[in-house]
Protein backbone atom coordinates (compact mmCIF):
# COMPACT_ATOMS: atom_id res chain seq x y z
CA UNK A 1 0.00 0.00 0.00
CA UNK A 2 2.76 2.45 0.98
CA UNK A 3 4.61 1.56 -2.48
CA UNK A 4 1.25 2.28 -4.22
CA UNK A 5 0.87 5.96 -2.79
CA UNK A 6 4.39 6.91 -2.98
CA UNK A 7 4.23 5.68 -7.18
CA UNK A 8 0.77 7.38 -7.38
CA UNK A 9 2.60 10.60 -5.92
CA UNK A 10 5.75 10.70 -8.16
CA UNK A 11 3.07 9.92 -11.13
CA UNK A 12 1.42 13.67 -9.88
CA UNK A 13 4.25 15.40 -9.34
CA UNK A 14 5.78 14.17 -12.93
CA UNK A 15 3.02 14.83 -14.23
CA UNK A 16 2.24 18.62 -12.82
CA UNK A 17 5.54 19.33 -13.30
CA UNK A 18 5.51 18.56 -17.53
CA UNK A 19 2.12 20.19 -17.53
CA UNK A 20 4.13 23.77 -16.30
CA UNK A 21 7.14 22.94 -19.09
CA UNK A 22 6.93 25.10 -22.25
CA UNK A 23 7.93 22.02 -24.25
CA UNK A 24 7.31 18.98 -24.70
CA UNK A 25 10.67 16.71 -24.49
CA UNK A 26 11.53 14.49 -27.19
CA UNK A 27 10.40 10.73 -26.19
CA UNK A 28 12.96 8.74 -24.31
CA UNK A 29 13.48 5.79 -26.76
CA UNK A 30 16.44 4.11 -26.00
CA UNK A 31 17.18 1.87 -23.07
CA UNK A 32 20.56 3.25 -22.32
CA UNK A 33 19.01 6.67 -21.88
CA UNK A 34 15.88 5.11 -19.73
CA UNK A 35 18.48 3.40 -17.13
CA UNK A 36 21.19 6.44 -16.99
CA UNK A 37 18.82 9.56 -16.40
CA UNK A 38 20.87 11.96 -14.58
CA UNK A 39 24.00 10.63 -15.32
CA UNK A 40 27.03 11.89 -17.18
CA UNK A 41 28.32 8.87 -19.35
CA UNK A 42 32.15 9.28 -20.80
CA UNK A 43 33.07 7.38 -24.06
CA UNK A 44 35.88 7.26 -26.16
CA UNK A 45 35.03 9.12 -29.32
CA UNK A 46 31.62 10.13 -30.31
CA UNK A 47 29.69 6.92 -30.41
CA UNK A 48 25.75 7.73 -31.91
CA UNK A 49 22.81 7.48 -29.70
CA UNK A 50 21.29 4.63 -31.36
CA UNK A 51 24.84 2.24 -31.23
CA UNK A 52 25.74 3.48 -27.37
CA UNK A 53 25.39 0.32 -25.30
CA UNK A 54 26.20 0.56 -21.37
CA UNK A 55 29.31 -1.46 -22.33
CA UNK A 56 30.80 1.96 -23.97
CA UNK A 57 30.72 3.70 -20.62
CA UNK A 58 33.83 3.84 -19.99
CA UNK A 59 34.96 3.29 -16.02
CA UNK A 60 38.66 4.74 -16.58
CA UNK A 61 40.59 6.34 -19.72
CA UNK A 62 44.11 6.91 -20.13
CA UNK A 63 44.57 10.52 -20.66
CA UNK A 64 46.95 11.43 -23.74
CA UNK A 65 47.40 15.03 -25.05
CA UNK A 66 46.04 13.25 -28.19
CA UNK A 67 42.62 11.49 -27.38
CA UNK A 68 38.63 11.20 -27.94
CA UNK A 69 37.40 11.67 -24.20
CA UNK A 70 33.50 12.57 -24.76
CA UNK A 71 30.68 12.84 -22.68
CA UNK A 72 27.35 12.07 -22.98
CA UNK A 73 24.64 13.38 -21.02
CA UNK A 74 21.18 11.62 -20.01
CA UNK A 75 18.83 13.63 -18.37
CA UNK A 76 14.68 13.94 -17.59
CA UNK A 77 13.82 17.32 -18.93
CA UNK A 78 15.17 20.03 -21.65
CA UNK A 79 17.20 22.88 -20.65
CA UNK A 80 14.59 25.76 -21.62
CA UNK A 81 12.58 23.71 -19.41
CA UNK A 82 15.26 23.31 -16.54
CA UNK A 83 15.54 27.40 -16.83
CA UNK A 84 12.00 27.93 -16.84
CA UNK A 85 11.73 26.04 -13.46
CA UNK A 86 14.17 28.70 -11.85
CA UNK A 87 12.36 31.74 -13.60
CA UNK A 88 8.79 30.78 -14.61
CA UNK A 89 7.61 34.31 -15.18
CA UNK A 90 10.23 34.87 -18.24
CA UNK A 91 9.41 33.43 -21.84
CA UNK A 92 11.66 31.13 -23.84
CA UNK A 93 13.87 33.20 -25.82
CA UNK A 94 14.76 35.17 -22.50
CA UNK A 95 15.34 32.04 -20.75
CA UNK A 96 17.58 31.15 -23.41
CA UNK A 97 19.64 34.14 -24.03
CA UNK A 98 20.54 34.51 -20.47
CA UNK A 99 21.03 31.44 -19.18
CA UNK A 100 22.09 27.56 -19.95
CA UNK A 101 24.49 24.93 -18.35
CA UNK A 102 26.21 25.10 -15.09
CA UNK A 103 29.66 22.42 -15.13
CA UNK A 104 31.47 21.76 -11.85
CA UNK A 105 35.09 20.31 -12.48
CA UNK A 106 36.02 17.59 -9.45
CA UNK A 107 39.22 16.17 -9.19
CA UNK A 108 39.84 13.75 -6.61
CA UNK A 109 36.80 15.11 -4.65
CA UNK A 110 38.06 18.58 -4.86
CA UNK A 111 36.14 21.43 -6.38
CA UNK A 112 38.78 22.58 -9.25
CA UNK A 113 36.62 24.85 -11.31
CA UNK A 114 33.09 25.88 -12.02
CA UNK A 115 32.33 27.89 -15.61
CA UNK A 116 28.40 28.82 -16.51
CA UNK A 117 28.57 28.71 -20.04
CA UNK A 118 27.80 30.89 -22.77
CA UNK A 119 23.70 31.12 -23.40
CA UNK A 120 25.12 30.45 -27.09
CA UNK A 121 26.68 27.13 -26.44
CA UNK A 122 24.66 24.73 -28.27
CA UNK A 123 24.45 20.95 -28.27
CA UNK A 124 25.45 19.76 -32.24
CA UNK A 125 22.87 17.47 -33.89
CA UNK A 126 19.81 16.49 -31.84
CA UNK A 127 20.87 18.69 -29.15
CA UNK A 128 17.74 20.99 -29.29
CA UNK A 129 18.00 22.87 -25.46
CA UNK A 130 13.89 23.13 -26.15
CA UNK A 131 13.23 19.28 -26.53
CA UNK A 132 16.45 17.24 -26.65
CA UNK A 133 16.99 15.33 -22.74
CA UNK A 134 20.27 14.54 -24.17
CA UNK A 135 23.24 15.35 -25.61
CA UNK A 136 27.08 14.27 -26.49
CA UNK A 137 30.28 17.06 -26.62
CA UNK A 138 34.28 16.29 -26.43
CA UNK A 139 36.04 17.39 -24.30
CA UNK A 140 39.39 16.21 -25.89
CA UNK A 141 39.78 15.27 -29.51
CA UNK A 142 42.52 14.71 -31.94
CA UNK A 143 39.96 15.17 -35.06
CA UNK A 144 40.07 18.37 -35.32
CA UNK A 145 36.97 19.46 -33.98
CA UNK A 146 36.14 22.76 -32.56
CA UNK A 147 33.84 22.51 -29.55
CA UNK A 148 33.16 25.22 -27.10
CA UNK A 149 32.97 21.84 -24.82
CA UNK A 150 37.25 21.78 -25.48
CA UNK A 151 37.43 25.43 -24.63
CA UNK A 152 35.74 24.68 -21.45
CA UNK A 153 38.42 21.63 -20.55
CA UNK A 154 40.87 24.05 -21.65
CA UNK A 155 39.98 26.63 -19.24
CA UNK A 156 39.57 23.89 -16.30
CA UNK A 157 43.16 22.88 -16.83
CA UNK A 158 44.75 26.32 -17.15
CA UNK A 159 42.22 27.22 -13.31
CA UNK A 160 43.31 24.55 -11.54
CA UNK A 161 42.90 21.31 -13.78
CA UNK A 162 46.84 20.51 -14.96
CA UNK A 163 47.99 20.73 -11.56
CA UNK A 164 45.44 18.66 -9.88
CA UNK A 165 45.56 15.70 -12.84
CA UNK A 166 49.21 14.84 -12.22
CA UNK A 167 51.17 11.58 -12.95
CA UNK A 168 49.09 8.95 -11.68
CA UNK A 169 45.27 8.35 -11.24
CA UNK A 170 42.66 10.70 -10.53
CA UNK A 171 38.68 10.38 -10.17
CA UNK A 172 37.27 13.33 -12.17
CA UNK A 173 33.80 14.10 -11.99
CA UNK A 174 31.84 16.49 -13.56
CA UNK A 175 28.12 17.84 -12.11
CA UNK A 176 25.54 19.83 -13.89
CA UNK A 177 23.14 22.11 -13.01
CA UNK A 178 20.74 24.79 -14.86
CA UNK A 179 21.96 28.85 -14.49
CA UNK A 180 19.88 31.94 -15.07
CA UNK A 181 21.63 35.81 -14.62
CA UNK A 182 19.20 37.71 -13.35
CA UNK A 183 18.45 41.11 -15.49
CA UNK A 184 17.86 43.35 -12.83
CA UNK A 185 21.29 42.82 -11.29
CA UNK A 186 23.10 40.41 -13.32
CA UNK A 187 23.00 37.83 -10.09
CA UNK A 188 23.46 34.07 -11.18
CA UNK A 189 21.21 31.93 -10.00
CA UNK A 190 21.84 28.04 -10.41
CA UNK A 191 18.90 25.28 -10.12
CA UNK A 192 18.98 21.68 -8.62
CA UNK A 193 22.02 19.09 -9.83
CA UNK A 194 20.18 17.69 -13.16
CA UNK A 195 23.16 14.96 -14.18
CA UNK A 196 26.61 14.27 -12.82
CA UNK A 197 29.29 11.38 -13.38
CA UNK A 198 32.88 10.12 -12.51
CA UNK A 199 35.96 8.55 -14.25
CA UNK A 200 39.22 7.30 -13.30
CA UNK A 201 41.88 9.33 -15.08
CA UNK A 202 45.04 7.36 -15.91
CA UNK A 203 47.86 10.14 -16.27
CA UNK A 204 51.50 8.42 -17.78
CA UNK A 205 54.45 10.32 -18.09
CA UNK A 206 55.44 11.16 -22.14
CA UNK A 207 58.64 9.33 -23.08
CA UNK A 208 60.75 11.28 -25.53
CA UNK A 209 63.55 9.83 -27.74
CA UNK A 210 66.67 11.25 -27.98
CA UNK A 211 65.74 12.59 -31.69
CA UNK A 212 62.97 14.26 -30.25
CA UNK A 213 65.35 16.07 -27.60
CA UNK A 214 67.86 17.14 -29.16
CA UNK A 215 68.47 19.67 -31.66
CA UNK A 216 67.42 19.21 -35.37
CA UNK A 217 70.13 19.10 -37.99
CA UNK A 218 69.44 21.53 -40.77
CA UNK A 219 69.24 20.34 -44.09
CA UNK A 220 70.67 21.50 -47.27
CA UNK A 221 68.80 23.15 -49.85
CA UNK A 222 67.27 25.98 -48.20
CA UNK A 223 68.00 28.90 -50.33
CA UNK A 224 69.43 30.06 -46.86
CA UNK A 225 73.46 30.34 -46.10
CA UNK A 226 73.39 28.40 -42.36
CA UNK A 227 74.97 30.26 -39.60
CA UNK A 228 77.77 28.90 -37.91
CA UNK A 229 77.24 30.84 -34.70
CA UNK A 230 77.83 29.08 -31.36
CA UNK A 231 74.58 28.67 -28.89
CA UNK A 232 73.13 27.17 -25.69
CA UNK A 233 71.83 23.67 -27.24
CA UNK A 234 70.97 22.52 -23.66
CA UNK A 235 68.47 26.01 -24.03
CA UNK A 236 67.34 24.55 -27.38
CA UNK A 237 67.00 20.90 -25.45
CA UNK A 238 64.79 22.35 -23.02
CA UNK A 239 62.57 23.95 -25.45
CA UNK A 240 62.01 20.76 -27.67
CA UNK A 241 61.35 18.39 -24.54
CA UNK A 242 58.56 21.31 -23.35
CA UNK A 243 56.85 21.17 -26.81
CA UNK A 244 57.39 16.76 -26.83
CA UNK A 245 55.68 17.07 -23.45
CA UNK A 246 53.42 18.94 -24.89
CA UNK A 247 53.87 21.89 -21.80
CA UNK A 248 54.27 24.18 -24.84
CA UNK A 249 51.22 22.89 -27.12
CA UNK A 250 50.50 22.50 -30.61
CA UNK A 251 53.69 24.37 -31.90
CA UNK A 252 54.14 23.26 -35.72
CA UNK A 253 57.79 24.96 -36.13
CA UNK A 254 60.27 27.42 -35.29
CA UNK A 255 63.26 28.87 -37.06
CA UNK A 256 65.74 31.63 -35.96
CA UNK A 257 67.66 33.86 -38.42
CA UNK A 258 70.77 35.81 -36.95
CA UNK A 259 72.85 37.97 -38.76
CA UNK A 260 70.53 37.13 -41.75
CA UNK A 261 71.74 33.22 -41.94
CA UNK A 262 69.77 30.47 -40.67
CA UNK A 263 70.46 29.45 -37.09
CA UNK A 264 67.45 26.97 -36.14
CA UNK A 265 65.15 25.52 -38.20
CA UNK A 266 62.66 23.05 -35.97
CA UNK A 267 59.45 21.16 -36.57
CA UNK A 268 57.15 19.42 -34.29
CA UNK A 269 53.69 17.84 -34.49
CA UNK A 270 53.90 16.15 -38.19
CA UNK A 271 54.97 18.94 -39.50
CA UNK A 272 58.11 19.72 -41.83
CA UNK A 273 59.98 22.27 -44.39
CA UNK A 274 57.10 21.75 -47.15
CA UNK A 275 54.29 22.29 -44.67
CA UNK A 276 52.18 25.40 -45.22
CA UNK A 277 51.34 26.80 -42.19
CA UNK A 278 48.10 28.58 -41.85
CA UNK A 279 49.11 31.50 -39.54
CA UNK A 280 45.95 33.13 -40.10
CA UNK A 281 46.29 37.15 -39.15
CA UNK A 282 49.84 37.26 -39.27
CA UNK A 283 49.76 37.57 -43.41
CA UNK A 284 47.75 41.01 -42.65
CA UNK A 285 51.53 42.26 -42.29
CA UNK A 286 51.84 41.47 -46.00
CA UNK A 287 48.81 44.05 -47.08
CA UNK A 288 51.13 46.65 -45.63
CA UNK A 289 54.27 45.31 -47.25
CA UNK A 290 51.86 45.10 -50.69
CA UNK A 291 50.45 48.97 -49.86
CA UNK A 292 54.08 49.94 -49.45
CA UNK A 293 55.47 49.08 -52.77
CA UNK A 294 52.74 49.95 -54.62
CA UNK A 295 52.77 53.02 -53.03
CA UNK A 296 56.36 53.80 -54.39
CA UNK A 297 55.30 52.57 -58.20
CA UNK A 298 52.94 55.37 -58.12
CA UNK A 299 49.92 53.22 -58.50
CA UNK A 300 48.63 54.73 -55.16
CA UNK A 301 49.50 58.16 -53.54
CA UNK A 302 50.34 57.59 -50.66
CA UNK A 303 48.65 56.34 -47.60
CA UNK A 304 46.81 59.79 -47.06
CA UNK A 305 44.39 59.26 -49.75
CA UNK A 306 40.69 59.12 -48.42
CA UNK A 307 38.28 56.26 -49.23
CA UNK A 308 36.53 58.80 -51.08
CA UNK A 309 39.22 58.63 -53.76
CA UNK A 310 38.40 54.91 -54.62
CA UNK A 311 34.92 54.61 -54.23
CA UNK A 312 31.54 56.70 -54.18
CA UNK A 313 30.46 56.25 -50.32
CA UNK A 314 27.31 58.21 -51.34
CA UNK A 315 26.02 54.39 -52.87
CA UNK A 316 26.59 52.41 -49.90
CA UNK A 317 24.50 52.41 -46.53
CA UNK A 318 24.77 54.66 -43.71
CA UNK A 319 26.63 57.09 -45.58
CA UNK A 320 27.38 60.19 -43.88
CA UNK A 321 30.31 62.76 -44.97
CA UNK A 322 33.23 61.15 -41.80
CA UNK A 323 33.10 58.21 -44.18
CA UNK A 324 34.66 60.20 -47.25
CA UNK A 325 37.61 61.59 -44.81
CA UNK A 326 38.46 57.68 -44.00
CA UNK A 327 42.45 57.44 -45.15
CA UNK A 328 44.78 54.56 -46.03
CA UNK A 329 46.81 55.05 -42.57
CA UNK A 330 43.58 54.93 -41.00
CA UNK A 331 42.89 51.30 -41.77
CA UNK A 332 46.69 50.58 -41.88
CA UNK A 333 46.66 51.36 -38.20
CA UNK A 334 43.62 49.70 -36.87
CA UNK A 335 42.10 53.65 -36.35
CA UNK A 336 39.80 54.65 -38.73
CA UNK A 337 35.68 55.37 -37.18
CA UNK A 338 33.92 52.67 -38.76
CA UNK A 339 31.34 50.76 -36.22
CA UNK A 340 33.66 47.80 -36.24
CA UNK A 341 35.33 45.81 -33.54
CA UNK A 342 36.68 42.49 -33.73
CA UNK A 343 37.40 42.74 -30.33
CA UNK A 344 33.78 43.56 -29.48
CA UNK A 345 31.29 40.40 -30.21
CA UNK A 346 28.15 42.89 -30.25
CA UNK A 347 29.88 44.92 -33.01
CA UNK A 348 28.09 45.31 -36.32
CA UNK A 349 32.09 45.02 -38.41
CA UNK A 350 32.88 41.89 -36.13
CA UNK A 351 34.67 40.07 -38.58
CA UNK A 352 32.56 36.78 -37.54
CA UNK A 353 29.62 38.97 -39.32
CA UNK A 354 31.47 39.61 -42.38
CA UNK A 355 32.64 35.78 -43.59
CA UNK A 356 28.46 34.91 -44.28
CA UNK A 357 27.80 37.78 -46.96
CA UNK A 358 28.49 37.77 -49.99
CA UNK A 359 30.23 40.61 -50.51
CA UNK A 360 33.39 41.51 -47.54
CA UNK A 361 34.13 45.11 -49.30
CA UNK A 362 30.45 45.88 -49.53
CA UNK A 363 29.90 44.57 -45.57
CA UNK A 364 32.60 47.04 -44.32
CA UNK A 365 31.39 50.50 -46.25
CA UNK A 366 28.30 49.68 -45.70
CA UNK A 367 28.87 49.95 -42.00
CA UNK A 368 27.74 53.23 -40.09
CA UNK A 369 30.02 55.45 -38.33
CA UNK A 370 31.36 55.14 -34.61
CA UNK A 371 30.27 58.60 -32.87
CA UNK A 372 32.77 57.93 -30.33
CA UNK A 373 35.42 57.43 -32.78
CA UNK A 374 37.21 59.98 -34.90
CA UNK A 375 39.05 58.66 -37.82
CA UNK A 376 42.81 58.06 -36.71
CA UNK A 377 41.81 58.91 -32.89
CA UNK A 378 41.01 55.45 -31.30
CA UNK A 379 42.54 51.64 -31.82
CA UNK A 380 40.17 49.02 -32.56
CA UNK A 381 41.18 45.69 -34.07
CA UNK A 382 39.41 45.53 -37.21
CA UNK A 383 39.90 42.97 -40.00
CA UNK A 384 36.80 44.04 -42.54
CA UNK A 385 38.85 47.48 -43.01
CA UNK A 386 42.17 45.03 -44.36
CA UNK A 387 39.82 43.81 -46.36
CA UNK A 388 38.90 47.31 -48.09
CA UNK A 389 42.80 47.85 -48.70
CA UNK A 390 42.99 44.66 -50.29
CA UNK A 391 40.40 45.89 -52.90
CA UNK A 392 42.09 49.33 -52.79
CA UNK A 393 45.27 47.30 -54.41
CA UNK A 394 43.33 44.91 -56.48
CA UNK A 395 41.95 47.75 -58.28
CA UNK A 396 44.76 49.86 -58.43
CA UNK A 397 47.73 47.58 -59.47
CA UNK A 398 47.82 46.38 -63.04
CA UNK A 399 46.21 42.75 -63.53
CA UNK A 400 45.23 42.83 -59.64
CA UNK A 401 46.54 41.98 -56.33
CA UNK A 402 47.67 38.49 -56.79
CA UNK A 403 49.66 39.21 -59.76
CA UNK A 404 51.34 42.42 -58.12
CA UNK A 405 52.07 40.18 -55.25
CA UNK A 406 53.98 37.47 -56.91
CA UNK A 407 55.71 40.44 -59.38
CA UNK A 408 56.60 42.97 -56.93
CA UNK A 409 56.71 40.62 -53.69
CA UNK A 410 56.88 36.97 -53.91
CA UNK A 411 59.20 36.60 -57.25
CA UNK A 412 61.98 38.98 -55.82
CA UNK A 413 62.29 36.77 -52.47
CA UNK A 414 62.13 33.50 -54.62
CA UNK A 415 58.87 32.94 -52.69
CA UNK A 416 57.15 29.72 -54.89
CA UNK A 417 55.54 27.93 -52.06
CA UNK A 418 52.77 29.72 -50.54
CA UNK A 419 48.82 29.53 -51.38
CA UNK A 420 46.30 32.82 -51.21
CA UNK A 421 42.71 32.15 -49.60
CA UNK A 422 40.31 34.51 -51.60
CA UNK A 423 36.89 36.76 -50.69
CA UNK A 424 33.80 35.86 -52.56
CA UNK A 425 34.86 37.68 -55.28
CA UNK A 426 38.15 36.29 -55.90
CA UNK A 427 40.33 38.49 -54.91
CA UNK A 428 43.04 37.19 -52.40
CA UNK A 429 42.01 37.23 -49.04
CA UNK A 430 44.13 40.29 -46.95
CA UNK A 431 42.56 39.48 -43.82
CA UNK A 432 44.88 36.78 -43.14
CA UNK A 433 45.50 32.79 -44.08
CA UNK A 434 48.50 33.25 -46.49
CA UNK A 435 50.00 29.88 -46.26
CA UNK A 436 53.58 29.48 -46.57
CA UNK A 437 55.91 27.58 -45.28
CA UNK A 438 58.45 28.55 -42.38
CA UNK A 439 61.60 29.49 -44.25
CA UNK A 440 59.23 31.59 -46.89
CA UNK A 441 57.49 33.18 -43.49
CA UNK A 442 61.24 34.14 -43.12
CA UNK A 443 62.37 35.49 -46.03
CA UNK A 444 59.52 37.94 -45.51
CA UNK A 445 60.73 39.11 -42.25
CA UNK A 446 64.23 39.70 -42.82
CA UNK A 447 63.22 41.66 -45.88
CA UNK A 448 62.21 44.59 -43.23
CA UNK A 449 65.06 43.56 -40.89
CA UNK A 450 67.33 44.42 -44.60
CA UNK A 451 65.65 47.34 -44.50
CA UNK A 452 63.97 46.38 -48.02
CA UNK A 453 66.93 44.82 -49.62
CA UNK A 454 67.18 41.67 -50.58
CA UNK A 455 70.04 40.09 -52.87
CA UNK A 456 71.41 43.97 -53.58
CA UNK A 457 67.80 44.74 -54.80
CA UNK A 458 65.22 47.41 -53.10
CA UNK A 459 61.97 45.49 -52.61
CA UNK A 460 60.63 47.49 -50.31
CA UNK A 461 61.81 51.35 -49.54
CA UNK A 462 63.61 52.46 -46.44
CA UNK A 463 60.99 55.40 -45.93
CA UNK A 464 58.03 53.04 -45.82
CA UNK A 465 59.95 50.30 -43.31
CA UNK A 466 61.09 53.14 -40.98
CA UNK A 467 57.20 54.19 -41.16
CA UNK A 468 56.13 50.35 -40.40
CA UNK A 469 59.13 50.47 -37.94
CA UNK A 470 57.47 53.39 -35.86
CA UNK A 471 55.01 53.33 -32.81
CA UNK A 472 51.79 54.75 -34.64
CA UNK A 473 48.98 54.14 -31.93
CA UNK A 474 48.86 53.00 -28.62
CA UNK A 475 46.77 49.70 -27.97
CA UNK A 476 44.14 50.43 -25.28
CA UNK A 477 45.02 48.78 -21.62
CA UNK A 478 48.32 47.13 -23.14
CA UNK A 479 51.24 49.03 -21.24
CA UNK A 480 54.27 49.64 -23.76
CA UNK A 481 52.51 48.27 -26.43
CA UNK A 482 51.81 49.75 -29.87
CA UNK A 483 50.29 49.62 -33.46
CA UNK A 484 52.07 50.41 -36.71
CA UNK A 485 51.10 49.61 -40.70
CA UNK A 486 49.41 46.17 -39.60
CA UNK A 487 52.79 45.49 -37.33
CA UNK A 488 52.58 45.23 -33.34
CA UNK A 489 55.15 46.62 -31.40
CA UNK A 490 56.21 45.55 -27.67
CA UNK A 491 59.37 45.90 -25.73
CA UNK A 492 60.86 42.23 -24.40
CA UNK A 493 62.61 42.61 -21.13
CA UNK A 494 65.63 40.06 -20.85
CA UNK A 495 68.19 40.04 -17.67
CA UNK A 496 67.43 43.68 -17.37
CA UNK A 497 67.43 44.96 -20.41
CA UNK A 498 64.91 45.77 -22.72
CA UNK A 499 64.84 45.16 -26.82
CA UNK A 500 62.43 46.36 -29.13
CA UNK A 501 60.10 44.48 -31.64
CA UNK A 502 58.04 44.61 -34.39
CA UNK A 503 56.03 41.45 -35.41
CA UNK A 504 53.24 40.04 -37.02
CA UNK A 505 50.84 38.18 -35.30
CA UNK A 506 47.82 35.59 -35.97
CA UNK A 507 45.34 33.44 -34.11
CA UNK A 508 47.12 30.76 -32.40
CA UNK A 509 50.15 32.16 -31.35
CA UNK A 510 51.89 32.86 -35.08
CA UNK A 511 54.26 35.19 -34.80
CA UNK A 512 57.13 36.43 -36.81
CA UNK A 513 59.34 38.48 -34.27
CA UNK A 514 61.63 41.19 -35.99
CA UNK A 515 64.33 42.88 -33.49
CA UNK A 516 65.50 46.33 -34.25
CA UNK A 517 68.36 46.06 -32.36
CA UNK A 518 69.38 42.64 -32.47
CA UNK A 519 69.87 40.80 -35.58
CA UNK A 520 67.78 38.39 -35.16
CA UNK A 521 64.47 37.39 -36.73
CA UNK A 522 62.25 34.32 -35.29
CA UNK A 523 59.33 32.77 -36.52
CA UNK A 524 56.83 30.58 -34.55
CA UNK A 525 54.28 28.85 -36.39
CA UNK A 526 51.51 26.95 -34.25
CA UNK A 527 47.55 25.86 -34.64
CA UNK A 528 46.89 26.48 -30.76
CA UNK A 529 43.79 28.77 -32.77
CA UNK A 530 41.47 29.98 -30.27
CA UNK A 531 43.13 28.83 -27.54
CA UNK A 532 43.93 31.13 -24.31
CA UNK A 533 47.93 30.09 -24.59
CA UNK A 534 48.65 30.50 -27.80
CA UNK A 535 50.47 33.94 -27.46
CA UNK A 536 51.31 33.67 -24.12
CA UNK A 537 53.55 30.67 -25.03
CA UNK A 538 55.02 32.45 -28.05
CA UNK A 539 56.36 35.06 -25.73
CA UNK A 540 57.81 32.41 -23.82
CA UNK A 541 59.89 30.87 -25.96
CA UNK A 542 61.13 34.08 -27.04
CA UNK A 543 62.16 34.83 -23.77
CA UNK A 544 62.50 32.00 -22.05
CA UNK A 545 64.51 29.59 -24.54
CA UNK A 546 65.52 31.45 -27.51
CA UNK A 547 67.06 34.47 -26.14
CA UNK A 548 69.02 32.64 -23.22
CA UNK A 549 70.08 30.35 -26.00
CA UNK A 550 71.52 33.10 -28.33
CA UNK A 551 72.89 35.75 -25.98
CA UNK A 552 73.98 33.53 -23.33
CA UNK A 553 75.46 31.27 -25.96
CA UNK A 554 77.72 28.00 -25.08
CA UNK A 555 77.62 24.54 -25.00
Known amino acids: ?85 LAPGLPAEILLKNGNLQFAFYVDGKLIYT ?51 TEGEHQLKIEIRPYIKEEENGAVKTGKLIAEGQIKLIIKPIVLSKQQIEVQKIQPGSDWEISNKTFNKKKIEQLNTAIGNYNLKEITSLVVIHDGKLLLEEYFNDADR ?32 TLSTFYDLKKFNNYEPKKDSIKIKDLLTMSSAFEGSDMNGDSPGNED ?24 GQWDYFTAGVVVLGDILNKSTPEGLEKFAQEKLFKP ?11 PQKVPNTAGSLQMTSLEYAKYAQLYKNNGVWNGKQVLNKQWIAKTFTRQIQIPERKNEFYSYLFWNK ?23 IFKELP ?36
Open 520 to 555: LVIIITSKAYNKPYGHPQAEKIVKEYILPAILNSGS
Open 353 to 376: NMYPTENWVKFALDLPMDKTKTNG
Open 491 to 513: TVEFEGKKYETFYCAGNGGNQFI
Open 115 to 165: ENIHHGCNFGSGGNKNTSTTFRVPLTSSKGEDWWAMYMWERFKNNGGDKAL
Open 413 to 423: LNITNYQWQYT
Open 274 to 305: NTLHDTRSAAKSFTSTLMGIAIQDSFINNENQ
Open 1 to 85: MTRLLLFLVISICSKITSQNDLYKTDTIVYNIHKTNIGKITFMNGNIPLDQYKNSDILKSFELKYKSDLNIRVFMDNSVVNYLHQ
